[in-house]
């Protein structure tokens, strides 16, 4: 099982739709990572929080919004998306962005359709 | 940008045969990790690797940083139907965070019992 946790499992949303993605982690890890999956594609970095505040936006659009609330939970809030945003939504957690020895760890994701 | 050249793309063998993937970079990256995926779940790590040579093991899994520190190669030994799934290397060399690894394009194992 893995120490990431991911809900909901699945998503569908009408294009008009407000929904948010939720993460949790309890390892203490200082880091926390959204990243996109297409089917048969690697992962897409999309956003990344160091000690709760947005250290990187990988030219993200606006239609995306992250949050932090705390050092255990990540938010992806997500709004007028298009139904090319379908994909796997992928939350990860490391000990800290800034060692090298501090692989990330995933959550099994949350599978969006949006139609 | 960079970009990581993970072959093969896939890969059908025989239950009990080894298997051997790699990664290779035009630039030199200071950490190499390999994730396995299963359908429907996240990448879960399976070896990670920090230093230029180092080879490490676990169970029937061995991974090795190349020296060069442009590549990175993934052995199974015996492989058993468990196996299955897609592989990914992953790259960082941005000051030693992994914020911003790079991963392969994945490598498809498909094993026959």
């Known amino acids: 099982d893995t120490e990431v946790t991911q809900t909901p499992k699945h998503l569908v949303m009408g294009m008009t739709n407000k929904k948010s993605l939720k993460c949790e982690q309890h390892?203490?890890?200082?880091?926390m990572y959204w990243y996109k999956q297409k089917a048969k594609k690697p992962p897409e970095l999309m956003f990344v929080?160091?000690?709760?505040?947005?250290?990187i936006n990988e030219s993200v659009p606006s239609r995306f919004s992250p949050e932090c609330p705390n050092s255990s939970l990540l938010n992806l809030h997500l709004h007028a998306l298009q139904p090319e945003d379908s994909a796997l939504y992928l939350c990860?957690?490391?000990?800290?962005?800034?060692?090298?020895?501090?692989?990330?760890?995933f959550g099994n994701g949350t599978r969006l359709t949006v139609t | 940008g960079q970009q990581l050249n993970q072959s093969p793309q896939s890969m059908f063998i025989q239950e009990g045969e080894d298997v051997s993937m790699n990664c290779t970079s035009s630039?030199?990256?200071?950490?190499w990790l390999w994730y396995k995926q299963d359908p429907g779940e996240g990448p879960v790590l399976l070896i990670a690797?920090?230093?230029?040579?180092e080879l490490t093991s676990n169970g029937r899994l061995t991974a090795q940083f190349g020296i060069t520190r442009k590549d990175s190669f993934l052995n199974i030994s015996a492989s058993i139907p468990s196996d299955v799934g897609i592989y990914f290397c992953?790259?960082?060399?941005?000051?030693?965070?992994?914020?911003?690894?790079?991963f392969g394009k994945g490598t498809k194992l498909s094993v026959k019992p």
């Open positions: 390892m203490g890890h200082r880091a």
């Open positions: 990860a957690s490391s000990q800290d962005r800034k060692q090298s020895n501090s692989p990330l760890h």
């Open positions: 992953a790259g960082s060399n941005y000051g030693g965070s992994q914020g911003n690894l790079i």
């Open positions: 690797l920090y230093k230029a040579g």
């Open positions: 630039s030199i990256f200071n950490t």
């Open positions: 929080y160091s000690y709760e505040k947005l250290s």
